[in-house]
């Protein structure tokens, strides 16, 4: 029997995991995570409305201070509420991306990215989320 800590998403048939790929690590599970925390529009999971920060509702209107501002706190409130588990350090928005596993070049100024960096607390690891934002 495979083991994994979660369904990876998306949703790949894998033969080695059973139906579908797993997480693997906690980190892995928590970028998982905390990466649909951010994408999700409030009110699109059922059961609960509040859950969610909707930055793509925000693709236009990043270049503005003020807008970034009022997102830097929906994803810190948000995290604290659903992920209490990790510490955020940095919120930082930009054009592109400056790692090449994130398959947004620098070259590409039409994406617009969302780096996050922040801790697993109880595991003591640091990494960074980085998503595009089309």
Known sequence: MASGISPALPLVVDPTDGPYRLTKSINEAVQQNFKNLILTNPGERMMDPEFGVGIRKYLF??????????????????ASKYLPMIQIFQINFGEGSSNPADKVTLEEGNVLYVQIAYKINALNISDILTIPIQ
């Open 61 to 78: 209107e990043l270049t503005e201070s003020d807008v970034r501002d009022t997102l830097r706190f929906k994803i810190r409130e948000q």
